[in-house]
């Protein structure tokens, strides 16, 4: 009953910047935390970047590069990534972790991805 909904992916050079969005809908009593992953081809799935009520985290390999941010009256983040290289090429997710207005109970959702190619 929650969906999660990403924009923004695409081709860019190395040393720009793109922004991605992704949007939860559907029966949300509240958003607890949502998070960012990042899978390059013959790579596992990783951690990029997180935002809560507590603030943020990002892995190393971004920091100082991508913010996340949130606007919590429309259950969308956001991701501004700078300063890119070939090594952030890569399907970026997004999931979120969804408390249900109708089940009262709380999971992790997935978006469905969207492809961010840096090429010169």
């Known amino acids: 009953q929650v969906q999660l909904v990403e924009s923004g992916g695409g081709l860019v050079q190395p040393g720009g910047s793109l922004g991605l969005s992704c949007a939860a809908s559907g029966s949300i009593f509240s958003i607890e935390v949502m998070r960012w992953y990042r899978q390059a081809p013959g790579k596992q799935r990783e951690f990029v970047a997180d935002i809560s009520d507590l603030g943020t985290n990002y892995a190393n390999s971004v920091k100082g590069r991508f913010t996340t941010s949130r606007d919590k009256t429309k259950n969308t983040v956001y991701l501004q990534m700078n300063r890119l290289n070939f090594e952030d090429t890569a399907v970026y997710y997004c999931?979120?972790?969804?408390?249900?207005?109708?089940?009262?109970?709380?999971?992790?959702?997935w978006g469905q991805g969207t492809q961010i190619t840096v090429s010169s």
């Open positions: 999931n979120a972790d969804v408390k249900s207005a109708r089940l009262g109970t709380t999971r992790t959702y």
